[in-house]
Nanobody
């Protein structure tokens, strides 16, 4: 069982930046960040594969960057140019069997997730 713990959320003004961290008991083949805003469906934000390749939702391309530190078993989401519509609970996930361009976007394909960290842009 892989344990995931998010941190780094908070309140930020529009245009500001935040970095989320996810401390993992181990990194898996495909690690991802999802978010869920009140009244909305969960959305895959970004994914990173064991080889370091990445994928992003169109809504965050050019603003968010996912990265990982294999030595620390931690992965990150750097969020720049934040908008009010980025407000959501952000979750880190791991344990998907595949990580292709569309496969990573579905929450149910991951075996592990954290408790979430709130990001509010206002």
């Amino acid at each position: 069982h892989v344990q995931l713990v998010e941190s780094g959320g908070g309140l930020v003004q529009p245009g500001g930046s935040l970095q989320l961290s996810c401390a993992a008991s181990e990194l898996t083949y495909c690690m991802a960040w999802f978010r869920q805003a009140p009244g909305k469906e969960r959305e895959g934000v970004a994914a990173i594969r064991v080889d370091g390749s990445t994928s992003y939702a169109d809504s965050v391309k050019g603003r968010f960057t996912i990265s990982q530190d294999n030595a620390e078993n931690t992965f990150y989401l750097q969020m720049n140019s934040l908008k009010p519509e980025d407000t959501a609970m952000y979750y880190c996930l791991g344990g998907a069997l595949y990580c292709s361009r569309d496969y990573w976007r579905v929450w149910g394909r991951y075996r592990y997730w954290g408790q979430g960290t709130q990001v509010t842009v206002s």
